[in-house]
T-cell receptor, first 115, second 116 residues
Framework: EPEVTQTPSHQVTQMGQEVILRCVPI?????FYWYRQILGQKVEFLVS????????KSEIFDDQFSVERPDGSNFTLKIRSTKLEDSAMYFCASRSSRGAEGEQFFGPGTRLTVL | AQKVTQAQTEISVVEKEDVTLDCVYETRDTTYYLFWYKQPPSGELVFLIRRNSFDEQNEISGRYSWNFQKSTSSFNFTITASQVVDSAVYFCALQGDQTGANNLFFGTGTRLTVIP
């Protein structure tokens, strides 16, 4: 069964460093998402991506964040200069169809720890 | 605006007891979807169910059942004869049809602990 994969599973970095979180969505999916979950809190939407551009972003997704689909398979989230408060679990998701009908499939997450 | 409220922060039950997790939502979309996800200690999000706004039939899947009531904007989840493996955080989520990129809005989750 196709699934969304994410690498690495755990990333530890120093404050101020750049990190890139990688996701491989399900191959025929067209809509891609990043969500964030700070430890012990709810899952929050960061950004959605369609047709090689951002379609929507939350207030959390500031200038420190960027997303990219550099090739036909990967979908990346870059944090330019990490802060302590960026420590969280980051989930990638993908969806095949327009509208709310298509289910979002989540990856296993990347746990980011900023020291 | 989309909003999901899970008023129960933590619930503890003894094994084999039934437990109901509450979810109340707000949306202006006429078409929307409601979800429940399970997050075990390992951290991944496990999809449990999706229900669209036009289908108010209750659903049962093994020990799990869901009660969708549009009149009260609630989508409650019941686990019958709970087991220790049910211990996890459970999230209710809402996805609208007209709002933006159809991203999911999650509730704050309910931590369920099943005591052996």
């Amino acid at each position: 069964e196709p699934e969304v994969t994410q690498t690495p599973s755990h990333q530890v970095t120093q404050m101020g460093q750049e990190v890139i979180l990688r996701c491989v969505p399900i191959s025929n999916h067209l809509y891609f998402y990043w969500y964030r979950q700070i430890l012990g809190q709810k899952v929050e939407f960061l950004v959605s991506f369609y047709n090689n551009e951002i379609s929507e972003k939350s207030e959390i997704f500031d200038d420190q964040f960027s997303v990219e689909r550099p090739d036909g398979s990967n979908f990346t989230l870059k944090i330019r200069s990490t802060k302590l408060e960026d420590s969280a679990m980051y989930f990638c998701a993908s969806r095949s169809s327009r509208g709310a009908e298509g289910e979002q499939f989540f990856g296993p997450g990347t746990r980011l720890t900023v020291l | 605006a989309q909003k999901v409220t899970q008023a129960q922060t933590e619930i503890s039950v003894v094994e084999k007891e039934d437990v109901t997790l509450d979810c109340v939502y707000e949306t202006r979309d006429t078409t929307y979807y409601l979800f429940w996800y399970k997050q075990p200690p390992s951290g991944e999000l496990v999809f449990l169910i999706r229900r669209n706004s036009f289908d108010e039939q209750n659903e049962i899947s093994g020990r799990y059942s869901w009660n969708f009531q549009k009149s009260t904007s609630s989508f409650n989840f019941t686990i019958t004869a709970s087991q220790v493996v049910d211990s996890a955080v459970y999230f209710c989520a809402l996805q609208g049809d007209q709002t933006g990129a159809n991203n999911l809005f999650f509730g704050t989750g309910t931590r369920l602990t099943v005591i052996p």
